[in-house]
């Protein structure tokens, strides 16, 4: 089997190997789940051993990576960044004001001046 290729059909054969095998050793039927895992695997490798096909792909199969914390200078730059971000974009839900009107939490230069 090729990389993005689509792999190969079962052949009577295993397919009927397959079936038996799970009739007759899977744990919902009684049959013990260790031997039934050994015997899933063996019948993948010999389907994997077939002439022209390639193994499987084994990235996903590595071990997890964790990623140790970043030092507390880089977080809180990384903070401060986020903030100043959060801090620029205008809000959607709070009209702007406009040209000679006082926003929220700015008090009007005016106060006895009517505005239209």
Do not use: C, K, N, Q
């Not at 050793?25 to 015997?39: K, L, S, T």
């Not at 914390?69 to 100043?84: E, G, K, N, Q, S």
């Amino acid at each position: 089997m090729t990389e993005g290729s689509v792999p190969e059909p079962w052949t009577r054969e295993e397919r009927a190997a397959y079936r038996a095998f799970v009739r007759d050793h899977h744990p919902d039927r009684g049959g013990d789940p260790e031997a039934f895992v050994e015997g899933l695997t063996r019948l993948r490798a010999a389907r994997a051993a077939r002439p022209g096909e390639a193994p499987d792909d084994r990235r996903y199969d590595a071990p997890v990576e964790i990623v140790p914390d970043l030092p507390l200078a880089v977080r809180i730059v990384v903070a401060a960044i986020r903030t100043a971000r959060r801090r620029a974009r205008t809000r959607v839900d709070r009209p702007s004001p406009g040209p000679g009107r006082p926003g929220p939490g700015h008090p009007d230069p005016d106060p006895g001046v009517e505005r239209e």
